[in-house]
């Protein structure tokens, strides 16, 4: 079925430890997206893609690195998670910028301990 | 850069009743305005935007919003809110002159039968 996935679902990690979060989308879109949420903050932008090697920070870029080597996937990584990491992770896709919409996936609920 | 105020962090309506959800924007330039909603351990769904033109927007599952230049307003409405309407709605603003896309902190709306 085509969309836009996110893995894990869940995770549990210590500080200090490096994970990484998986994003994959089947409609070929160019642009692909990381987005954080917490409670009272909405959704904050962490890194944005506009295409395959080229990634740019969003609002809250730190603590997080990101690729592209391919059009379908953008992984996000915490290179050394910290308690304040704690999240729900969001990766969405669309096809430009501008006037349009981003289609997200399922979310990733991070825990950090 | 832009921003999103959604005023209430609650909304309570009984089902029959219209609804609004309220959202001011500020941007330097021209807004493209958009609703999404969220429903309970899922990821965002589009449901309607604003780019240019006619300042009420349709958008899915009976959903409008006016655009309002003067009051830099963008707000949710439904004539007739079901109970399967209940979830949280956010606003988002992207200037027209970047590439940041920012969104509200979310309305919880409650629809009572």
């Known amino acids: 079925d085509a969309g836009i996935t996110q893995s894990p679902r869940y995770k549990i990690t210590e500080t200090g430890r490096q994970v990484t979060l998986m994003c994959h989308q089947t409609?070929?879109?160019?642009?692909m997206f990381w987005y954080r949420q917490d409670l009272g903050h909405g959704l904050r932008l962490i890194y944005y893609?506009?295409?395959?090697?080229?990634?740019d920070k969003g609002e809250v870029p730190d603590g997080y690195v990101v690729s592209r080597s391919k059009t379908e996937n953008f992984p996000l990584t915490l290179e050394s998670a910290t308690r304040s990491q704690t999240s729900v992770y969001f990766c969405?896709?669309?096809?430009?910028?501008?006037?349009?919409?981003?289609?997200f996936g399922p979310g990733t609920r991070l825990t950090v301990t | 850069a832009q921003s999103v105020a959604q005023p209430e962090d609650q909304v309570n309506v009984a089902e029959g009743n219209p609804l609004t959800v309220k959202c001011t924007y500020s941007?330097?330039?021209?807004?493209?305005l958009f609703w999404y909603v969220q429903y309970p351990n899922r990821g965002l769904q589009f449901l309607l935007k604003?780019?240019?033109?006619?300042?009420l927007v349709k958008g899915s599952y009976g959903f409008e919003a006016e655009f309002n230049k003067s009051q830099t307003s963008f707000h949710l409405k439904k004539p007739s809110a079901l109970v399967s309407d209940s979830a949280l709605y956010f606003c988002?603003?992207?200037?027209?002159?970047?590439?940041?896309?920012?969104f509200g902190a979310g309305t919880r709306l409650t629809v009572k039968p």
């Open positions: 893609s506009a295409a395959a090697d080229i990634t």
């Open positions: 604003y780019i240019t033109g006619d300042n």
């Open positions: 988002a603003v992207r200037d027209m002159m970047n590439n940041d896309m920012r």
């Open positions: 969405a896709s669309s096809e430009k910028l501008a006037g349009h919409e981003q289609y």
């Open positions: 941007v330097s330039g021209n807004p493209y």
């Open positions: 409609w070929s879109h160019s642009y």
